[in-house]
């Protein structure tokens, strides 16, 4: 069974650091692309990232960039986002997904998702 | 950046009702969409790919269709379990965009 499983959320002061891992298990973590999705309390969902199956290629909203770092570790079958200069907007509940398809390379949407771990920011 | 609208943000429907959803794309997006079906406290679960192709489990009620700027989500008989927030997705280029979302209540 494929699954996917978040950790390292919580609550952080305004302009710290947190990092989020997610355990991949039951498919060839490296043949794909694997993605973050977050969704703040009470709205919508929001992309954050991707990352190819090599680790190659990332992408990330304009929302993030400069600030997050997605990375993965396919000899652990990890992804992980590395969140700097948190901010009050950043609170949400983040996903990782699991990819099928290749960003700009024909049709590619999210197969699998994990349950999520919450990020708030706050002093 | 590719906005994604979505109609109704919400809706009341009875167990029966044939219900549509519809997202429309700030620019031609081909067929490169996909919708998305969560509840309360829960993952979202990838319903339609590709505008139209039923991922793998999803019940036959739920069709998808479109393409270009405008597409519609189908379920033709609401079931007591649909009752959720659908979204719309485009993955025609990065940033990668969700429509706001269309809740499912009861009526």
């Known amino acids: 069974e494929v699954q996917l499983l978040e950790s390292g959320g919580g609550l952080i002061q305004p302009g710290g650091s947190l990092r989020l891992s997610c355990a991949a298990s039951?498919?060839?973590?490296?043949?794909?692309?694997m993605s973050w999705v977050r969704q703040a309390p009470g709205k919508g969902l929001e992309w954050v990232s991707d990352?190819?199956?090599?680790?190659?290629?990332?992408y990330y909203a304009d929302s993030v960039k400069g600030r997050f770092t997605i990375s993965r570790d396919n000899s652990k079958n990890m992804l992980y986002l590395q969140m700097n200069s948190l901010r009050a907007e950043d609170t949400a509940v983040y996903y990782c997904?699991?990819?099928?398809?290749?960003?700009?390379?024909?049709?590619?949407?999210?197969?699998?998702w994990g349950k999520g771990t919450p990020v708030t920011v706050s002093s | 950046d590719i906005q994604m609208t979505q109609s109704p943000s919400s809706l009341s429907a009875s167990v029966g009702d044939r219900l549509t959803i519809t997202c429309r794309a700030s620019?031609?997006?081909?067929?490169?969409l996909n919708w998305y079906q969560q509840k309360p406290e829960k993952a979202p679960k990838l319903l339609i790919y590709?505008?139209?192709s039923l991922q793998s489990g999803v019940p036959s009620r739920f069709s998808g269709s479109g393409s270009g700027t405008d597409f519609t989500l189908t379920i033709s008989s609401l079931q007591p379990e649909d009752f959720a927030t659908y979204y719309c997705?485009?993955?025609?280029?990065?940033?990668?965009?969700f429509g706001g979302g269309t809740k499912v209540e009861i009526k």
């Open positions: 997904a699991k990819d099928v398809g290749v960003m700009l390379r024909g049709h590619y949407y999210m197969d699998v």
């Open positions: 590709a505008a139209s």
């Open positions: 620019q031609s997006i081909s067929s490169f």
């Open positions: 990352i190819r199956g090599g680790g190659d290629s990332p």
């Open positions: 039951g498919f060839t973590f490296s043949s794909y692309g």
């Open positions: 997705q485009q993955s025609y280029g990065p940033p990668i965009t």
